[in-house]
């Protein structure tokens, strides 16, 4: 019995790996995608954002015969440590992620330490619909994708502002630090490294520096104490007139919105220009919310999805990918009731009846039209993240 065993597994460790699809070849993809299992690791702190995926996961189900399963991740960071981790136990099949919401220094990782499969996204059917032109798709802060991510969605900063005690937008970040001063306590940001408060960072250097040219190379080439020094004079002044007076911060976006409906702030950030009217037709913000964004342009960029290079069901991922690019499912993310998220699609690529889902959607009373978002500021280079979230956690790190 134990020869008839030692010979099974012997068996199984040397049946041919199976080869990886070829994105070409898409009728291919579909009949190797059907009855797969799709892994979808991706940030879980959004009940509108877990309840898109949810529909997602229903619509593949019912036109490709492909389950999607979302794992709920607090962190980016940690799916991509996963991978490499599978990669350093030589596990170079059978992954446990087949699909990973991504962006900035976790693709930037994951390209660097080849744990991409790919190129796939240009050989996406729905490809041909994308923005490629007017919209950020094709780098990730500054980093070419060069196909080993699809986008899905587009962000750019916005302020949330309750206009029943803020009632005037705030034109940059000197007037916001006039405001806090004024207001003490009305405005706080999540925790860095929460992307939305290493964001704020971010914006505020934006917003501070003189010359912004640096920050589209790499950290490591500039003369970062130079460049950051009105950051962190700005840093100073702004801390103590936090909430709680920068003694605690909330440690997420979601909960940030919570802070302002319960009427403790006044202010908030947000990379969704849509976020305001969702929150408001979910009742989660009051009526009086509206949203702006500061004179000298906001930060913008898109939301991806990769696929690992070991991932069990590649051909299941491109297919929820390609679906993530199709009119159906960038209309209905667009469209405040569900998601309120910018869309990657050209308009004048559309077809009449695609073009007609999105001319249908109502932005809601809070998002700012295109024309009043204006053009959107390109990423730093992942490396001014990094920093900025070490250097703030060593000056003004707390836990709640």
């Known amino acids: 019995m134990k020869n008839l065993a030692a010979a099974a597994i012997l068996a199984l460790l040397t049946l041919p790996v199976r080869a990886d ?45 492909v389950t999607l399963e979302h794992v709920k991740l607090s962190d980016t960071a940690d799916a991509v440590s996963r991978v490499l981790a599978e990669k350093t136990a030589g596990q170079d099949s059978g992954g446990a992620i087949d699909l990973i919401w991504i962006n900035g220094e976790n693709f930037a990782a994951m390209k660097r330490n080849d744990l991409l499969f790919g190129p796939f996204a240009e050989s996406l059917p729905n490809w041909t619909l994308v923005d490629v032109d007017g919209k950020t798709v094709t780098t990730d802060f500054t980093v070419p994708t060069d196909g080993y991510e699809s986008p899905w969605s587009m962000a750019q900063v916005v302020f949330m502002h309750d206009t029943a005690r803020l009632p005037e937008p705030l034109p940059d970040m000197a007037a916001l630090l006039a405001w806090a001063k004024a207001t003490p306590g009305r405005f706080t940001f999540p925790q860095p490294p929460d992307f939305l408060g290493a964001t ?25 104490d130079a460049v950051t020094a009105p950051l ?96 159906e499912a960038q209309a209905r993310a667009q469209d ?62 707390v836990a709640e």
């Open 21 to 65: 699809p070829d994105p070409g070849d898409w009728q291919a993809v579909l009949a190797e995608a059907e009855g797969e299992t799709v892994y979808w690791n991706a940030w879980g702190g959004s009940t509108i954002t877990n309840d898109f995926i949810a529909w997602v996961g229903q619509r593949v189900a019912e036109e490709h015969g």
């Open 232 to 327: 962190w004079a700005f840093m100073e002044e702004l801390t103590p007139n936090l909430w709680r007076q920068g003694r605690a911060y909330p440690q997420s976006g979601p909960r940030q919105i919570q802070l302002m409906a319960d009427g403790e702030i006044d202010l908030a950030i947000s990379f969704s220009p849509g976020e305001a009217s969702a929150a408001i037709a979910n009742y989660e913000l009051p009526d009086t919310v509206r949203t702006f964004v500061l004179e000298g342009g906001t930060i913008g960029n898109a939301s991806f999805v990769a696929i690992p290079y070991n991932a069990n069901a590649k051909a299941g991922a491109m297919v929820v990918a390609n679906f993530l690019l199709s009119p």
């Open 336 to 397: 405040p009731d569900y998601l309120g998220v910018g869309t990657v699609l050209a308009m004048d690529k559309l077809d009449a009846t695609a073009r007609a889902r999105f001319d249908e959607i109502a932005l809601g009373i809070a998002t700012l039209s295109p024309a009043d978002l204006g053009p959107a500021l390109p990423e730093p280079h992942p490396s001014w993240m990094e920093r900025l979230e070490a250097d703030w956690t060593a000056r003004f790190g």
């Open 200 to 224: 704020f960072l971010k914006q505020a250097l934006y917003d501070l520096v003189d010359d912004p040219a640096p920050l589209q190379a790499p950290v490591d080439a500039a003369d970062y």
